[in-house]
């Protein structure tokens, strides 16, 4: 279909950025091939077909297995460099710029990597993004909410000790039920002391109480999903009226079952309520998405026009924490494209 392609180049001409990715959910096969083959007693499949089939998405609780299964691959700073490089190529491949990535401290130290191996493969994976990708990325911590205060803590603090460069916010992740986002107020208060930002997952899997605790509590400056804002016309109101931004990641959404299919996803709501949506991709290979293939389903379903496209991608840029020439340099770039 000639509309189709056309849409199509538009979403590959924009340059784009992504805003809610997790580190270990962003390992493609080529990355985990390599890794399994440095660590063949793991057990993950080194053949590239066997391999293919394991990273089908089939459900949440596969998608779980998937996922602790790439974690146990990570063992020390060579690993995380390789992962991070082949996150930069996947990125560099949807002309995709900038980066603000999940990254989980705490659960790697949990699974026995020394925090140096760590810090060091995320800075060198950092610069071989920027020379060999031309991908700027910047992380964010997060704290897997399941483990509660304690790996609140020992996040924040792993943070502020080392303030690796290019972090620029502290996340909350993690199953959200039973989970409440307010136990974590210190930490996210300390962290926006010292200058960090604050993007908590929120609204996901639970309803806009939890959006509320995330803004009133953890003073979230961008939400984590934050699917459920439509069912409280006052919270669309707050959040429009405040500016702030949600990390929607429409496939994610479909595949956690958290809403029934791209067309029913409340993307079209919170556009008409004029919210500052952005597009992402949450864990890609692992729930068979692209930050393109994002970007063409939603144009397709809501029939955007190419101006619209652009303004998501705007969208992307102007509730991210990149800054100076590099934010005015991307904005500038997406009005080109679209001029063209
Ligand atoms: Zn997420």
Known sequence: MPENSALRDVVAALPKVELHVHLVGSAGIETVTSLARRHPASGVPTDAAQLR???TFRD????LKVYWAVQQLLRDSTDIHTL???LAADLAAQNCRYAEVTVTPYNHLLDGIPGDELLTGLATGRAAAAEEHGVD??????IPGEKGTKAGKETLVFALTNRPEGLVSLGLGGPEVGVGRAQFEPYFTAAREAGLHSVPHAGETTGPATIWSAVH????ERIGHGTSCTSDPAL???LGTHGIP????PTSNVCTRQVPSIEAHPVRRMLDHGLLVTLNTDDPPMFGVTLNGEYLAVAETLRLRPAELARLARNGVEASFLEGPA???LLAEIDRTLAR
């Open 53 to 55: 089939e394991f990273f």
């Open 60 to 63: 949440f609780d596969h998608f």
């Open 84 to 86: 991070v490089t082949g």
């Open 137 to 142: 990325l910047a992380w964010c911590f997060d």
């Open 217 to 220: 509590d953890l003073g979230a």
């Open 236 to 238: 669309l109101e707050y």
């Open 246 to 249: 949600l990390e929607v990641c």
């Open 327 to 329: 934010r005015a340099g």
